[in-house]
């Protein structure tokens, strides 16, 4: 017969993969906010490039996607400055699919459009 944890062992398990997760999620949360700050510098300072690459880091880097909206929208303003529309349109309509309710997302969203 095979051998059962106890069910403390297992709340205990099941617990720490819970802290484990939520660990994981604060770290990667950690490195794309900093990315996110250095892509809003470069935003600032003009360099458009730079600020698409910084964004599409802190996307990769935010794994629980707690930022996603945002950041999407960040990346949609730098393509816009650059022309690049269709895909600003894109980072909207994503942006837009995670936060229906975001209205500053559907106002950019719309200002692609004209």
Same mark, same amino acid.
Do not use: W
């Given at each position: 017969?095979?051998?059962?944890?106890?069910?403390?062992?297992?709340?205990?398990?099941?617990?720490?993969?819970?802290?484990?997760? %939520?660990?994981?999620? /604060?770290?990667? *949360?950690?490195? +794309?906010?900093?990315?996110?700050? #250095?892509?809003?510098?470069?935003? !600032? =300072?003009?360099?458009?490039?730079?600020?698409?690459?910084?964004?599409?880091?802190?996307?990769?880097?935010?794994?629980?996607?707690?930022?996603?909206?945002?950041?999407?929208?960040?990346?949609?303003? %730098?393509?816009?400055? /650059?022309?690049? *529309?269709?895909? +600003?349109?894109?980072?909207?309509? #994503?942006?837009?699919?995670?936060? !229906? =309710?975001?209205?500053?997302?559907?106002?950019?969203?719309?200002?692609?459009?004209?």
């Amino acid at each position: 017969m095979a051998f059962k944890k106890p069910a403390a062992a297992r709340a205990s398990s099941s617990a720490r993969q819970g802290f484990d997760r %939520a660990a994981s999620a /604060l770290k990667s *949360l950690r490195i +794309a906010i900093q990315h996110k700050a #250095e892509g809003n510098h470069a935003y !600032a =300072a003009g360099q458009y490039e730079r600020a698409i690459t910084c964004y599409t880091a802190a996307i990769g880097a935010d794994t629980e996607g707690f930022l996603a909206p945002l950041l999407l929208g960040n990346r949609s303003l %730098a393509h816009m400055k /650059l022309c690049q *529309l269709g895909l +600003a349109r894109a980072d909207l309509d #994503e942006a837009i699919a995670i936060d !229906a =309710a975001a209205v500053k997302l559907r106002l950019r969203r719309a200002a692609c459009c004209i």
